[in-house]
């Protein structure tokens, strides 16, 4: 049975939940409840393992926070004999406006700390991205506040609409792949 490994990244902790750079949580955890997994405290990650059209998704929430990601992922690459091109990480993306997701089979780290340490760990950055945009709309110097702040009630109802996207998004790379994927959302426009 053909296996990929979903890594939402985010950081642990109670100040973090539902903040922007925790939407990678949010996609994963809103994957597993959809069919019906749960996820468990292993070691250096939550996982959870779902069945999704003959195909067995790892998916984890690593717990070394988003600076160190890489450890998880690497871990759970190697102990799983996943390949790197069934990988599909889930991440913030500053650069891109909240109305898009933009699926890419590799590209740079854009100063997102967590792929950062991924592509460090790894050796590369040819691995699957599925970035969801959450715009920049913060003065100079405000950054983190805004990364580390939690949606505001006009953003909530684009938010939760590009979640369930991005479900679908990981069904549709996992059982049709990417290239056909990535024609299909990198173009969708969110309002």
């Known amino acids: 049975m053909n296996k990929f490994l979903i890594v939402g990244l985010g950081n642990v902790g109670g100040e973090y939940i539902d903040t922007r750079h925790n939407i990678g949580f949010n996609i994963a955890e809103a994957l597993v409840s959809k069919h019906k997994g749960l996820f468990r405290t292993e070691r250096l990650a939550e996982v959870a393992e779902i069945k999704f059209r003959g195909k067995i998704l790892v998916c984890i929430k690593p717990t070394t926070y988003m600076n160190l990601s890489g450890r998880a992922f690497k871990f759970y690459l190697d102990k799983e004999k996943i390949s790197l091109e069934n990988t599909l990480t889930i991440v913030d993306d500053l650069a891109l406006p909240l109305s898009k997701i933009r699926l890419r089979g590799s590209g740079s780290d854009a100063g997102h700390n967590g792929l950062k340490d991924i592509q460090a760990t790894l050796g590369t950055d040819k691995y699957p991205k599925l970035r969801f945009g959450i715009g920049s709309d913060y003065p100079k110097g405000f ?49």
Do not use: H, Y
């Open 143 to 191: 950054q983190i506040d805004f990364v580390l702040g939690k949606w505001t009630s006009s953003e909530l109802p684009i938010v939760n609409k590009k979640i369930e996207k991005c479900v679908e998004t990981i069904e549709d790379f996992v059982f049709t792949g990417l290239q056909r994927t990535m024609n299909a959302i990198n173009n969708l426009e969110f309002a």
